[in-house]
C-alpha cells in the first residue's frame, strides 16, 4: 500500500512552516494545493479500499466466532444426547475455528489499524486544503500591498536623492554668488579714485568770490575819489 508510506511525512508535515520557509508564498500555496489535492485523491482511493479490507476481515472474524459458538452448542447437544463421538468432532472442529479465530483477529487488527492511518490522513488533508483555501487570497492580498509598499519607497528614494541634489545644486549657486561678489568688490578697489566734484566746484566758486571783492573794493575807492 504506496500512500502508507508517506504517512508520516503527510502527518507531520506543517503547512505554516512550509510557507514561512518559501521565498514566494503565494506560488508556494498554489503548489501545495496542488500536491495536497492529488494526494487527497490517492488517499480517498486507498482509505476507502482499507475499509472495505477492514469490513471484510471483521465480517469473517464475527463468522469465525458464530461458528465456534456453534460448535460449542452442537457439542453440548451431543453430549446430552449420549453421543460423546460426536460430541468429540464437534469440539475439535471448535479447537480448530480457534486457532483460526486467533489468526482472523491479528487479520482484523492490523486492517483496523491501515484504516485508522487513512482516516487520519484524510481528515489532515481535508483540514489543510480548507486552511490553504481559506488563507490564500488573503496571503496574496497581503503581497500585492506589500509589493505596492516597495515601489513607493524605491520612489520616496528616488524623490530623496532629486532633493539632495538640488540642495547641492543650491550651495554651489550660493558658492558662484559669493565669488562674483568678491570680483566686483575687488574690481571697484583697482579703479583709479576720481577728483571729488565737490572739491572742484568749490575751487570755482571760490575763485569766483574772490573776483567779486575786488571788484567790489575798486567801486569803492572810485567812491572816495581814490
Same mark, same amino acid.
Given at each position: 500500500?504506496?500512500?502508507?508510506?508517506?504517512?508520516?511525512?503527510?502527518?507531520?508535515?506543517?503547512?505554516?512552516?512550509?510557507?514561512?520557509?518559501?521565498?514566494?508564498?503565494?506560488?508556494?500555496?498554489?503548489?501545495?494545493?496542488?500536491? =495536497?489535492? #492529488?494526494?487527497?485523491?490517492?488517499? %480517498? +482511493?486507498?482509505? /476507502?479500499?482499507?475499509? $472495505?479490507? &477492514?469490513?471484510?476481515?471483521?465480517?469473517?472474524?464475527?463468522?469465525?466466532?458464530?461458528?465456534?459458538?456453534?460448535?460449542?452448542?452442537?457439542?453440548?447437544?451431543?453430549?446430552?444426547?449420549?453421543?460423546?463421538?460426536?460430541?468429540?468432532?464437534?469440539?475439535?472442529?471448535?479447537?480448530?475455528?480457534?486457532?483460526?479465530?486467533?489468526?482472523?483477529?491479528?487479520?482484523?487488527?492490523?486492517?483496523?489499524?491501515?484504516?485508522?492511518?487513512?482516516?487520519?490522513?484524510?481528515?489532515?488533508?481535508?483540514?489543510?486544503?480548507?486552511? =490553504?483555501? #481559506?488563507?490564500?487570497?488573503?496571503? %496574496? +492580498?497581503?503581497? /500585492?500591498?506589500?509589493? $505596492?509598499? &516597495?515601489?513607493?519607497?524605491?520612489?520616496?528614494?528616488?524623490?530623496?536623492?532629486?532633493?539632495?541634489?538640488?540642495?547641492?545644486?543650491?550651495?554651489?549657486?550660493?558658492?558662484?554668488?559669493?565669488?562674483?561678489?568678491?570680483?566686483?568688490?575687488?574690481?571697484?578697489?583697482?579703479?583709479?579714485?576720481?577728483?571729488?566734484?565737490?572739491?572742484?566746484?568749490?575751487?570755482?566758486?571760490?575763485?569766483?568770490?574772490?573776483?567779486?571783492?575786488?571788484?567790489?573794493?575798486?567801486?569803492?575807492?572810485?567812491?572816495?575819489?581814490?
Amino acid at each position: 500500500m504506496g500512500i502508507l508510506t508517506r504517512f508520516k511525512d503527510i502527518m507531520a508535515s506543517n503547512i505554516n512552516a512550509l510557507l514561512d520557509q518559501a521565498e514566494d508564498p503565494a506560488k508556494m500555496i498554489d503548489q501545495t494545493l496542488r500536491n =495536497l489535492n #492529488s494526494d487527497l485523491g490517492k488517499v %480517498k +482511493s486507498e482509505t /476507502a479500499a482499507v475499509m $472495505a479490507e &477492514e469490513t471484510r476481515a471483521k465480517r469473517e472474524l464475527d463468522e469465525c466466532e458464530a461458528d465456534i459458538a456453534k460448535m460449542q452448542s452442537y457439542a453440548v447437544k451431543a453430549v446430552e444426547a449420549g453421543n460423546d463421538d460426536d460430541a468429540k468432532q464437534f469440539l475439535a472442529k471448535k479447537n480448530e475455528l480457534t486457532v483460526k479465530k486467533e489468526q482472523l483477529q491479528t487479520v482484523y487488527e492490523a486492517a483496523a489499524k491501515n484504516a485508522r492511518k487513512m482516516r487520519q490522513m484524510h481528515d489532515k488533508l481535508v483540514s489543510d486544503i480548507g486552511e =490553504l483555501e #481559506s488563507r490564500r487570497s488573503v496571503i %496574496k +492580498s497581503k503581497l /500585492a500591498v506589500a509589493k $505596492a509598499q &516597495e515601489r513607493i519607497n524605491s520612489m520616496s528614494s528616488s524623490a530623496g536623492d532629486a532633493a539632495s541634489s538640488i540642495s547641492a545644486f543650491e550651495r554651489m549657486e550660493a558658492k558662484a554668488d559669493k565669488a562674483l561678489d568678491q570680483a566686483n568688490a575687488m574690481a571697484e578697489l583697482n579703479t583709479p579714485e576720481e577728483k571729488d566734484d565737490l572739491e572742484a566746484l568749490e575751487l570755482k566758486y571760490g575763485a569766483s568770490s574772490s573776483n567779486a571783492v575786488d571788484d567790489e573794493l575798486a567801486s569803492l575807492k572810485a567812491s572816495l575819489g581814490k
